[in-house]
């Protein structure tokens, strides 16, 4: 072979080849998918309805008694739901439906007496409070989306596949569909000289009266997600993570599921 065909040969040779690197180049990571169950612990903190209502504790601190023998209730209950994710090396797309079952009993919400004109406080009414029960089914639906960017600790490359430990700080949005009410007592306007707990709405409740009013909750209601995860992964088959955050209220709970 002369010299110029040897030359020719191997131009050729690498023009053919060089598409077939670039291809290699420009493929991606396939997306992986998982499908979840989920449960979770939410509520109010207490600190953060302290702001708003007294309690059982702001009475004996005042050296009065608390109408009620049983504290403010705790605004609280658990949901259980399904999620989809599809993810790449290092974004996950979560989409959810879950249901949050309340756990909160009846009881008493006496909210906190604002200062006199002058600024001076002139202590806290604790009976003309408002009484709350919420039905039995009380509780809400919530489906919607989240994203969360992966921070890898752990590759499954590094431990030949076995394992994985990944952190996962997320956010997003959904809908939230109210089921059950919440009944109302209110207290009743006082004439001169009457008995402060006549006519209260703790007494009106345990008298058996009809509740006065429904609180008027929205049927449908924004959902707001922000979280954060530890995803653990073993031999990219069995997902599970544990995680904390708001979904409207504060919320601790883990997640298990199959990746494919």
Request: charged share 25%; no cysteine; net charge negative.
């Amino acid at each position: 072979m002369t010299p110029l065909l040897l030359a020719a040969s191997i131009f050729f040779a690498d023009a053919w080849a060089a598409p077939e690197v670039a291809t290699e180049k420009a493929e991606k990571p396939p997306l992986r998918h998982e499908i979840s169950f989920r449960g979770r612990m939410m509520g109010a903190p207490k600190s953060i309805l302290d702001i708003w209502y007294t309690d059982k504790a702001d009475a004996e601190e005042d050296g009065v008694d608390w109408p009620v023998e049983d504290p403010r209730p705790d605004i609280k209950g658990y949901t259980l739901g399904l999620e989809y994710t599809i993810k790449s090396k290092n974004t996950n797309g979560i989409f959810y439906f879950d249901y949050f079952d309340s756990t909160m009993t009846h009881g008493y919400f006496d909210d906190r007496d604002e200062d006199d004109t002058s600024g001076e406080t002139t202590g806290n009414d604790y009976h003309d409070g408002h009484y709350l029960a919420p039905t039995k089914n009380f509780g809400f639906v919530t489906f919607g989306a989240d994203f969360a960017y992966e921070i890898h600790m752990v590759r499954t490359e590094n431990t030949k596949g076995i394992f994985g430990l990944s952190l996962l700080p997320g956010a997003g949005l959904g809908l939230m569909v109210v089921t059950g009410h919440l009944d109302q007592w209110k207290p009743d306007d006082l004439v001169e000289g009457q008995d402060e707990s006549v006519g209260s709405a703790y007494v009106k409740y345990y008298n058996g009266q009809e509740p006065d009013v429904e609180v008027a909750i929205p049927p449908v209601l924004p959902m707001v997600d922000i979280n954060l995860s530890l995803r653990m992964n073993f031999a990219n088959r069995i997902v599970l993570r544990f995680e904390g955050g708001l979904h409207n209220m504060f919320y601790y709970g883990a997640t298990a599921g199959v990746m494919f």
